[in-house]
């Protein structure tokens, strides 16, 4: 057991719940921000073997990225777009906290079950890294924000990040690295992607941006096509 | 192997590079035909090696996959289907080279390229990998390269809808082939080919469902006649060096796919034999009646195109009966009538296809009815369209009858001493070959007599030309070749006998047993004497002309005042004869508005030949099943939080079963 690491995962979880509860986006930028941080610091306590040069990287590239940059980005986002808080989520706040202790309930129950490669320093940790993933889903399913899903994606991404380095071996570092490298891009594009809809449609509710889909109510003549391709059809045709 | 590898490099280079340069037509065009016939001729080599007696080539390089493995061999089958593959590609790419040129302005020549260096690379891969992961994998990049060249013209909505239907349906059958393989990696425990070779006997039941499975995943590429109805839809579509890859060698992958087939399952039993004969007679003789029915050129010939998959899969099927029932003259026969089928088909359905593309590409239209008179103005696309059409109707001395005379002399040898329930087979296959070579006489006697003979019937024809050198020279060459094969016939017969002696497993030897020469000889001794017969009659009409006037007149002027080329036979009353006898299959519908009274002003006459198929069993299912799956829309609603829930439940659920 080593103390500092304990406390750093209850610290995860608690900045889940606070991302669970907080209808205010300036907060819940921060506590993913401070959840950055806290998994930045992870791989340092966690290896109790050498501070390798690579690890260091890695810790520090992450905490500069999760802590800073990201952060920075989606703030601009926010401010650029006009949106302070989360108005009218799918699901209530009240009842998000309820799915949250569900989530820890039955990610500490599959953490008992889950078979792994070799044994973890902490038999907490699996289960943190699967709350914490589940957590990430939730709010990516339940918002509508896009700024707010973006959060997700990042709540996301540190789940697993916790999940490899629990297991911590050279390798998932390795992939983690391409991980973080794939977020950073992400989150830039959808910064950027955020900003330019928000000036183009007046909003950012990902439930209003229900055009795109690939199927519509209309129906086309019978006798043109074999039906059931047809509509998919007439879609490429646009 | 280095060879081919190094071709299929050439090929998959030079197809990224001409996607890549897909700013410039002429980069474009040089990159990615140059790549394609430099790809196609270097891989030329090795496959004519191995034709002609070299050794089977192997190799074997470990892969993450798994189950899959990079192992690839050229045996003398995959060098059979190789060497068609190889020639007509790299024709087809110098042909396409000038066809697409004047489509530069309108739209980009980089992807047409990427995608058909990349389809030919895969029908390449798809007859040497002797692994089933390698094999699917190429099988379906093939399928979607050859969509994306379909698709070309995709602003007209019969070309979309064309390849919707070619994309169904190619996916349904590689759905069949999934299961296949799958099947028959778990029984044999591994993916590699040669393990399934080495398994032995399967067990009746398991053998007769893979036979199945096989027959209707390689069917559907293949294009047998209840799951062809891609074909005259997909082919009138692609470009018509797209058309004639497809048409000339696509779809024998999928003849190949089922001879490797055959060579797995052990000896086959009877009602194997009686499957092939019944398919290869139900596409060959409604292939050819659809054929004869339809007004456009291409689609005509993309019928045709079923009619010999059927001449193919007949010869297959006396081949297995000659397996089935020990005789070894019937199997070589059967066999090396089919194999040189596929072969032949290649040659004579890429000069057809080429053909029509250089009348479309002059006169920008592909219904027959509108054509006509073009052999006053392209002398060689004529010549070489009629030697085509001479050699697909199975007509001596060209190479179409050589396959099919190999096929009928198997069946009447098998005939005359086999016991009477073995032979009703043979026989109806001696008949139904004789009907489609009747019909194919007719359908392309129709096809070449409208577009080619008498009078123009259109504007199209007005400014008709003859094509540029790019698109004149591989039809010559495939057109000398199709003379070359029907006239050295005993000698390309004798070159298949490594192949035969991969699909039959045991040694082939030249003689009364095996490769009959002997008759070969005598047709070609009847070629030579027709064709000293045509030189004879040619010198004496120019001896006895000589010195006497020779004037040229309009076509259809014996006795008429004034001729004119509505008076013509149209394509619709020539076959009329024949497509009423057939009315029964072939449904015709006519939209007549017949003369009345005694001063008649207005008439009109038309006909349209729908599949039926397609109309009567396809489109019914389809849209009965789209009703049922009608129910499962709302699912589809467009709410991104709502697919990621989806995903999200599942995964979660699957680890909790797993788990719990």
């Not at chain 1, 992607?193 to 509710?205: M, N, Q, T, V, Y």
Request: aromatic share 10%; charged share 15%.
């Amino acid at each position: 057991m080593n103390l500092g690491l304990e406390t750093i995962l209850v610290f995860l979880v608690l900045a889940n719940i606070v991302v669970l509860a907080s209808s205010r986006l300036t907060a819940c930028i921060r506590a993913v921000a401070a959840q950055g941080i806290a998994l930045g610091i992870f791989p340092l306590l966690a290896h109790d073997a050498a501070l390798t040069a690579r690890v260091l990287l890695l810790a520090a590239g992450s905490m500069v990225l999760k802590g800073i940059v990201f952060p920075m980005l989606l703030s601009r986002a926010a401010r650029d777009a006009e949106v302070r808080r989360e108005m009218e989520p799918f699901v209530g706040y009240t009842l998000s906290i309820v799915f949250g202790a569900a989530a820890l309930a039955v990610a500490l129950w599959i953490g008992s079950r889950l078979p792994l490669p070799r044994a973890t320093w902490s038999p907490l940790v699996v289960p943190v890294a699967l709350f914490t993933l589940f957590v990430g889903l939730f709010i990516i399913v339940s918002r509508k924000k896009a700024l707010s899903q973006v959060l997700g994606y990042l709540v996301l991404e540190n789940g697993i990040y916790a999940f490899g380095v629990a297991l911590a071996l050279e390798e998932p570092l390795l992939v983690e690295l391409g991980v973080l490298l794939d977020v950073f891009v992400a989150v830039f594009v959808m910064g950027i992607a955020i900003f330019h809809i928000s000036r183009e449609f007046d909003h950012i509710d990902t439930d209003r941006m229900t055009t795109l889909r690939d199927w519509t109510r209309r129906r086309r003549a019978p006798g043109t096509a074999l039906s059931g391709k047809g509509e998919a059809a007439g879609e490429g045709g646009k | 192997m280095l060879p081919v590898l190094t071709s299929l490099a050439v090929l998959l280079v030079t197809g990224l590079a001409a996607l890549i340069a897909h700013r410039s037509p002429r980069a474009a065009t040089a990159l990615g035909a140059g790549g394609a016939a430099a790809g196609s001729l270097l891989g030329l080599v090795p496959a004519l090696g191995v034709l002609l007696g070299d050794p089977a080539i192997s190799l074997r390089v470990p892969w993450q996959v798994p189950g899959g493995a990079f192992s690839v061999e050229i045996d003398a089958l995959s060098a059979l289907f190789l060497f068609p593959i190889f020639l007509l590609s790299a024709l087809a790419a110098v042909y396409g080279a000038g066809y697409l040129w004047p489509s530069r302005t309108t739209r980009s020549l980089g992807p047409p390229w990427f995608f058909y260096n990349l389809l030919v690379a895969c029908m390449v891969l798809v007859v040497i990998a002797r692994n089933a992961v390698l094999f699917l994998m190429a099988w379906e990049v093939m399928a979607l390269a050859s969509f994306f060249l379909v698709i070309r013209e995709h602003e007209k909505e019969e070309v979309r809808e064309a390849g919707w239907t070619y994309l169904v349906a190619t996916r349904l059958g590689t759905a069949f082939l999934l299961a296949f393989f799958a099947w028959i990696g778990r029984e044999t425990g591994s993916m590699e080919f040669d393990r399934f070779s080495r398994h032995g006997v399967f067990s009746p039941a398991l053998a007769g469902s893979l036979f199945v499975l096989a027959v209707i995943g390689f069917g559907t590429k293949a294009g047998f006649m209840p799951l062809h109805v891609w074909l005259p839809e997909a082919h009138p579509a692609a470009p018509s060096h797209v058309s004639a890859l497809m048409s000339g060698v696509m779809i024998k992958t999928g003849i190949y796919g089922l001879v490797r087939t055959l060579t797995w399952l052990g000896p086959p039993p009877a009602w194997w034999a009686w499957t092939l004969i019944a398919i290869g007679l139900s596409s060959g003789i409604l292939g050819v009646l659809f054929a004869l029915a339809q007004n456009d050129l291409k689609r005509l010939l993309a019928y045709s195109s079923v009619e010999n998959i059927g001449i193919i899969t007949l010869g297959l099927g006396v081949g297995v009966l000659g397996i089935h029932t020990g005789s070894t003259t019937l199997a070589v026969l059967g066999f090396a009538g089919g194999l040189l089928h596929v072969v032949n088909h290649a040659l004579f359905k890429g000069l057809l296809f080429l053909g029509a593309g250089a009348v479309v590409h002059a006169t920008g239209t592909r219904e027959i009815d509108r054509l006509g008179g073009l052999l006053k103005r392209m002398p060689v696309t004529a010549a070489c369209f009629l030697t085509g059409a001479a050699a697909i109707s199975g007509l001596p001395p060209f190479n179409g009858f050589v396959g099919e005379f190999l096929i009928l002399l198997g069946s009447f040898r098998g005939a005359s001493v086999l016991p009477a329930e073995t032979a009703v087979p043979l026989l109806a296959a001696i008949a139904g070959l004789a009907l489609i070579g009747g019909l194919a006489a007719a359908c392309f006697s129709r096809a070449f007599g409208i577009v080619f003979l008498g009078e123009a019937r259109g504007e199209p024809v007005a400014h008709a030309h003859e094509p540029g050198p790019a698109l004149r020279a591989p039809m010559w060459i495939l057109a000398v070749a199709c003379v070359a094969v029907g006239l050295l016939g005993p000698w390309v017969v004798r070159a298949l006998a490594p192949a035969l002696e991969v699909v039959m497993g045991t040694p082939v030897a030249s003689g009364e047993e095996g490769i009959p020469t002997g008759p070969l000889l005598g047709v070609l001794l009847a070629s030579l004497l027709l064709l000293a017969t045509v030189a004879l009659s040619a010198a004496i009409r120019r001896f006895l002309l000589a010195g006497r006037p020779v004037t040229e007149s309009v076509t259809w002027d014996c006795g008429y005042a004034r001729p004119g080329a509505r008076m013509q036979y149209t394509a619709s009353s020539y076959a009329q004869p024949l497509t009423s006898l057939f009315s029964v299959f072939l449904r015709t519908r006519r939209v007549a508005a017949l003369p009345e009274g005694i001063f008649p002003s207005g008439a009109s006459f038309a006909t349209e030949t729908r599949d039926v198929c397609r109309e009567s069993g396809f489109r019914p299912a389809f849209e009965r099943l789209s009703r049922v799956l009608w129910a499962m829309r709302w699912l589809q609603h467009g709410r991104v939080h709502l697919y990621v829930l989806y995903i999200a439940l599942t995964l979660v659920v699957l680890l909790v079963w797993k788990l719990g």
